[in-house]
């Protein structure tokens, strides 16, 4: 079982850099970290992250059960997504889920993200599928998502937005915005008349080198 050192900074940390980014708008999106004891970290509902303090973020066993929680704070109402990824993957140890607007069209159309920028499939494992539609906060969320997940960091959630997946919250943010930036790169050469495949070898040695990596994070 993967878990993150530090993982209440960890999060708070790529919550605000999520939100510097603009992968996120408002109180959208949400992260969370697994501790040494399983317990997950997570940012809780309806909580600006500009204003979000350490002691916003809320505990949750591997149940879903609050462990800990400032008064008048709760755990995402995406953490069923969460809690179904690290059910499937014990070899991660963080979850990001964001609604960045290039990811998010590819999400809304049901089109996956084409591996074709080079080394991208190192840090995803190959092309970035979409889900079956699911109504949000759903489990279906999280069991599509797990399926979309299979040999990748990141899956769009069809018709809301992208899930990324990692052994810490600051490298599945790297994910997550290599992930939207190639979104719009893609839409653009779709303007020069479509992306160029990388030929199928190159990305097959790639995703091989993504798999060493995630099961040997740095």
């Known amino acids: 079982m ?25 109180t959208a999106g949400n992260i ?8 997950l970290v ?21 149940g879903g059960a609050v462990v800990r929680a400032k008064e008048g704070r709760s755990p995402s ?11 499937a993957y ?12 290039w990811a998010t069209m590819f999400a809304i159309a ?14 995803c494992g190959g092309d970035v599928r979409c889900t079956e539609y ?5 489990p279906d969320v999280g069991a599509n998502a797990v399926k979309a997940l299979e040999g990748r960091a990141a899956a ?3 018709n809301h937005g992208l899930v990324a997946v990692g052994p810490r919250p600051d490298k599945v943010l790297h994910v997550t915005a290599l992930v939207e930036r190639t979104a719009q790169i893609v839409w653009g050469a779709r303007a020069l008349g479509g992306p160029v495949p990388i030929p199928e070898e190159v990305n097959r040695n790639f995703a091989s080198v993504y798999s060493y990596l995630r099961a040997n994070p740095g």
């Not at 993967?2 to 408002?26: H, I, T, Y």
């Not at 973020?57 to 591997?62: A, G, P, Q, S, Y």
């Not at 069923?80 to 990824?85: G, P, Q």
Request: charged share 25%; glycine share 6%.
């Open 77 to 87: 109402t995406e953490m069923k997504l969460h809690l179904a990824c690290y059910r």
């Open 110 to 123: 049901h089109e996956p993200i084409p591996a074709c920028v080079d080394e991208f499939a190192i840090y």
């Open 134 to 138: 699911a109504a949000s906060g759903t």
């Open 32 to 39: 969370s970290a697994r501790r040494s004891d399983g317990n």
């Open 2 to 26: 993967r878990f993150v050192d530090n993982p209440e900074s960890a999060v708070l940390a790529a919550a605000k850099d999520m939100l510097r980014r603009g992968l996120v708008e408002g």
């Open 42 to 62: 997570i940012t809780p509902s309806s909580v600006d992250y500009a204003e979000m303090v350490l002691d916003d973020l809320v505990l949750v066993d591997t």
């Open 156 to 158: 769009l959630i069809a």
């Open 90 to 101: 014990d070899d991660i140890g963080s979850v990001i889920h964001s609604h960045p607007v």
